[in-house]
């Protein structure tokens, strides 16, 4: 069985973002950058399936520019087999992203895809869900533990009322969370030698011609700007003058 890992590059979770002074972006230059920490979680569990000897091939793939070859790189480093980087120089909003990674699926023919269960960056979660959709998949989302099954995939995920547990029949799409597993520490050695590994280069310009993907933007960014800072709050001696505070503010009345 082989499986596949999509993983993505993003501003470290240790840095703290900043906005472009005219509020068109993110700032990332001369940023640390590294990849998405659920992706990372994908990625960790697709080698214990490996390890376990339920897959014999884990590729991972990542769609970006050049500078995306790090996270491959430390995929490799991780222990994955092979890397496929589908190079693109726009950023690509997650449904392009979603037919982007249909059409790597439908050459590579993997029997698990596994992403992370959002990127820390956008926070939109829509990806793996699209990607569901247009593979006609089942999926299971937020997904904090699994066991394959031949030809099924038993997956516990996160609810709003707790957790729930579904059985997926094989091909199935699972994104996951941070609670699936803990990724392994990864040691110099392996990412020296991770440098030596062939990675495989897409141009995604091309791919999309060739197979007739729209990948054009659906949204337009117009502006980011910080949140407004937290009013200073205020003591109140009892509750009656809670109550009295809470009635006088915008008409609510308890």
């Given at each position: 069985m082989k499986i596949l890992v999509a993983a993505k590059r993003v501003v470290d979770?240790?840095?703290k973002v900043s906005i472009k002074p005219d509020g068109t972006d993110v700032d990332v230059a001369g940023v640390k950058m590294s990849i998405n920490p659920y992706d990372e979680n994908a990625i960790?569990?697709?080698l214990r399936l490996k390890a376990k000897g339920i897959t014999t091939e884990v590729v991972v793939v990542s769609i970006g520019t050049a500078a995306n070859q790090d996270v491959l790189r430390r995929a490799f480093a991780m222990g994955v087999d092979r890397a496929i980087l589908v190079e693109n120089d726009s950023n690509l909003q997650p449904l392009a992203v979603a037919k982007v990674l249909k059409s790597i699926v439908s050459r590579e023919q993997p029997k698990l895809i596994l992403l992370g269960k959002l990127s820390i960056?956008?926070?939109?979660?829509?990806?793996?869900q699209m990607l569901a959709a247009l593979l006609d998949y089942p999926q299971g989302a937020f997904v904090s533990s699994l066991d394959v099954n031949e030809n099924e995939v038993v997956v516990t995920r996160e609810i709003d009322g707790g957790t729930e547990t579904l059985a997926l029949k094989?091909?199935?799409v699972i994104t996951a969370d941070q609670r699936l597993n803990e990724p392994r520490f990864v040691k110099l050695p392996n990412l020296m030698l991770a440098r030596k590994k062939v990675i495989e280069i897409i141009n995604g310009a091309e791919l999309a011609i060739k197979l007739g993907?729209?990948?054009?933007?659906r949204?337009?960014?117009?502006?980011?700007a910080e949140p407004p800072k937290r009013k200073t709050g205020i003591k109140v001696g009892s509750v009656t003058e809670l109550l009295e505070k809470l009635n006088a503010?915008?008409?609510?009345?308890?």
């Open positions: 979770y240790n840095v960790e569990e697709a960056d956008d926070d939109t979660s829509h990806t793996g094989l091909p199935a993907i729209d990948i054009e933007p949204q337009q960014l117009l502006k980011v503010h915008e008409g609510i009345h308890i």
